[in-house]
């Protein structure tokens, strides 16, 4: 019986806002019978220019939460948090709830997809300086060349509804251009709000680059890591649950844009 109720269990997701969003909607969309916990710390965002020890305490704070809910499995669906405090969630989740970030499964798909290449990354301040993604890359000894840029104005610039339009392009042809990313055969879009920007990215490179969209890869990893683990759920119990730290009305919108349908988003303070 315990097994069987622990499958029914609901997915926990953090990020800093709704970047995660696209995470979540691919998990849906390759895990239909799964239930979500989504936890954004909007009154927090961008993480990407937060410190680590700063991170660190929003990251606890939002596993308690998840924790509180019997989530099964806590994903960290921000390459930012992901960086700077998946090994100290991982530590204070404990046997309660399994940890899984957004780095990894992307590494790791590197690793089989592109031994020997060139491969380019964008991110967040955060997620390039801390040097995670090279550090990986580095670990798994297949003469894999990573060259990476911060890219710090497309995920507020995403926030803000901006894509599709003149000033994205200009900003994605700027930093794409950039010479530290000459010469690649793959990009990782290393923030998950890039997704939402991934067709302007691929018309830049016309073909000659794959744009690696982290999201359909961190779902795959998840579904992968649910059935290997028996912890997959069979039925769908009940509805998503969707929390924010901070209220507005731009999110509400910009939450149906980043889930592609209508969803309830509840305030849950994280300091009160």
């Not at 894509?163 to 010469?183: C, K, M, R, T």
Request: with cysteine.
């Amino acid at each position: 019986m315990m097994v069987q109720e622990n499958k029914h269990r609901p997915i926990g997701i953090f990020d800093s806002g709704i970047g995660g969003l696209t995470v979540a909607q691919a998990i849906v969309q390759a895990l239909p019978d799964e239930r979500l916990v989504y936890f954004g710390d909007t009154a927090h965002l961008p993480y990407g220019d937060k410190s680590t020890a700063a991170i660190q305490a929003y990251a606890v704070k939002i596993c308690d939460l998840l924790l509180r809910q019997r989530c099964k499995v806590i994903l960290i669906a921000c390459n930012s948090a992901s960086a700077a405090a998946y090994e100290l969630v991982k530590e204070y989740v404990g046997s309660k709830a399994k940890v899984l970030n957004v780095i990894d499964p992307i590494v790791q798909y590197i690793g089989q997809t592109y031994p020997g290449k060139t491969i380019g990354l964008i991110g967040t301040k955060q997620t390039v300086n801390s040097n995670v993604y090279r550090k990986k890359v580095d670990e798994l000894d297949l003469n894999i060349t990573l060259k990476s840029h911060a890219t710090p104005l497309l995920a507020a610039m995403i926030e803000e509804g901006f894509f599709n339009d003149s000033i994205s392009e200009s900003v994605i042809h700027a930093y794409l251009s950039d010479p530290d990313l000459q010469g690649i055969e793959a990009l990782i879009l290393g923030c998950t709000h890039y997704p939402l920007i991934k067709k302007q990215i691929e018309s830049y490179y016309q073909g000659k680059v794959d744009v690696l969209d982290a999201s359909q890869i961190v779902a795959q990893h998840v579904k992968a890591f649910l059935e290997t683990s028996d912890l997959a759920s069979d039925q769908i119990t009940s509805d998503h649950t969707f929390y924010v730290s901070d209220f507005t009305r731009s999110f509400e919108e910009s939450t149906r844009i980043f889930f592609k349908r209508e969803v309830h988003l509840e305030h849950y303070p994280l300091w009160e």
